[in-house]
């Protein structure tokens, strides 16, 4: 099994839950435009902090990854599969803080 076919899986549904979070913040006034800007932003801060980190981790040989399992695509050091837990994570909480938070009318 790949990375990447591990990964499928999870951002799969990161990505459902990011479309019914869409959905219902176009339902509140100006809540779309908040809820992409909130997103891009976490996205930038997460995927900038992880390619320090990662590259830090792989670089110092705290986590090696092996060459069985990668595309063979790098970021630094880090290969680009280690980035999917940080797109994951930014696009999925701010999605489902809309999702599980209460309408403003």
Same mark, same amino acid.
């Given at each position: 099994?790949?990375?990447?076919?591990?990964? +499928?899986?999870?951002?799969?549904? *990161?990505?459902?839950?990011?479309?019914?979070?869409?959905?219902?913040?176009?339902?509140? !006034? #100006? #809540?779309?435009?908040?809820?992409?800007?909130?997103?891009?932003?976490?996205?930038? +801060?997460?995927?900038?902090?992880?390619?320090?980190? $990662?590259?830090?981790? *792989?670089g110092?040989?705290?986590? $090696?990854?092996?060459?069985?399992?990668? @595309?063979?695509? @790098?970021?630094?050091?880090? !290969?680009? =599969? $280690?980035? +999917?837990?940080?797109? +994951?994570?930014?696009i #999925?909480l !701010? @999605?489902?803080?809309?999702?599980?938070?209460? =309408?403003?009318?």
């Amino acid at each position: 099994m790949t990375y990447w076919l591990l990964n +499928a899986g999870f951002l799969a549904v *990161v990505a459902i839950v990011a479309i019914l979070a869409g959905l219902r913040a176009r339902r509140v !006034p #100006g #809540g779309a435009p908040r809820w992409l800007a909130a997103t891009a932003l976490a996205l930038a +801060a997460v995927l900038l902090l992880t390619v320090v980190f $990662d590259n830090v981790l *792989v670089g110092v040989g705290i986590v $090696d990854y092996g060459a069985r399992g990668k @595309s063979g695509v @790098s970021i630094g050091l880090a !290969p680009v =599969e $280690d980035f +999917a837990y940080a797109l +994951a994570a930014a696009i #999925g909480l !701010p @999605s489902l803080w809309v999702l599980l938070g209460r =309408e403003h009318r």
